[in-house]
């Protein structure tokens, strides 16, 4: 078709062939990421397999480049080399250099002598500004661990585009706050239909992030390159359908790096059963997060290893015995026990009382809500790192 305000009198039911991408159109990101993939393949870089936007070139060092539609990050083991790409990149393409990243995406990133501290501090002030909600009444937890929540509980709002618009808003706001997670998980759950209560429920979380503003994840330079998961699955607590909530977080040493709250998409009928789905949706993750560590020239120091609450979960992921009453989850049996039986993977237990998972798949108390969030890996940024 014809670009709009264009009108060829002459020839008025042609269309157009377009020879060349143009910005705005649906096939330009598209046709961007390929002329650029084709021109750092060119220069010997190795896309990657596990994450398409990834490129590596090892070289007499090693050089990363990671692209988001036309953002993008380098970074490298030799800061000359790094120069000497941004150099060719140039020549090559139309780029603004802005130096060593400090905001990305809205994410707001700060080095220092012992690691990199992330956080999302202006993105919360403008979500708090654009709501009325900066000078609220800060709380200590996001949400209430009582009553609990219910599509029919509270009365339906008459325009509901507000709620899903800080919904939306707080589910990016998670990529460096695991501590608000289970309670936007939730929330989501009423998309469609939110009440009053559900309302009240988010302005909660806003309340909480007005009082925990530059509060994120610290990744320490000098952590152990292990890496390990807690998984957990709040078995039935949903009163709407009994759905069950599953959760991990991944660590690599003692720094988190993905965590994620879901509802499951069925019913399980046995705590053993809720609690073992997770343990495959967290070994995809291990396996997905290891062969990308692989591809970035990282070689982990030990197995990896899930840790798990339930006994029940533990046992079954070791015995090479399959039992009749769970063969409805044999798929996710069969990953599990190969990762297991191959050596690659360790289930093991521990207490609920080390569970860092708790705080992914239910509203706890206050006084648990902060250790647990402590343990977490979430805290405040230090001074230097509290500007705006």
Known sequence: MKPLGFVDRDRPHYVCRLHKALYGVKQ?????????????????????????SLFTL????????????DDILITGSHGDQVSQFISHLRARFSL????EMSYFLGLEATRTSKGLYLMQKKYIVDLLIKTN??????VMVPMASSPPLTITCGTPLANPSEYRTVIGSLEYLS?????????????SQFMH????????AAKRILRYLAGTPSHGIFISSDSPTILHAYFDADWSRNLDNCVSTNAYILYLGGNP??????????VARSSTEAEYRPVANTAAELSWVFTLLSELGITLTSPLVIYCDNVGATYLSANPVFHSRMKHIAIDFHFVREYVQAGALRVSHISIHDQLADVLTKPLPRQQFLDCTSKLGVAQAPPSCGGV
């Open 28 to 52: 330009a990101p598209r046709a961007w990421y390929q002329e650029l993939r084709s021109y750092l393949l060119t220069l010997g870089f190795v896309n990657s397999v596990a994450d398409t």
């Open 58 to 69: 090892h070289r007499h060092g090693t050089t990363y480049v990671l692209v988001y539609v």
């Open 96 to 99: 603004k250099d802005l130096g």
């Open 133 to 138: 909600m900066l000078h609220s009444r800060p």
């Open 175 to 187: 990529f460096t706050r695991p501590d608000i997670a289970y309670p936007v998980n939730r929330l």
């Open 193 to 200: 239909s939110p009440t009053d209560l559900h309302w009240q």
């Open 257 to 266: 790096i993905s965590w994620s709250s879901k509802k499951q998409r069925s």
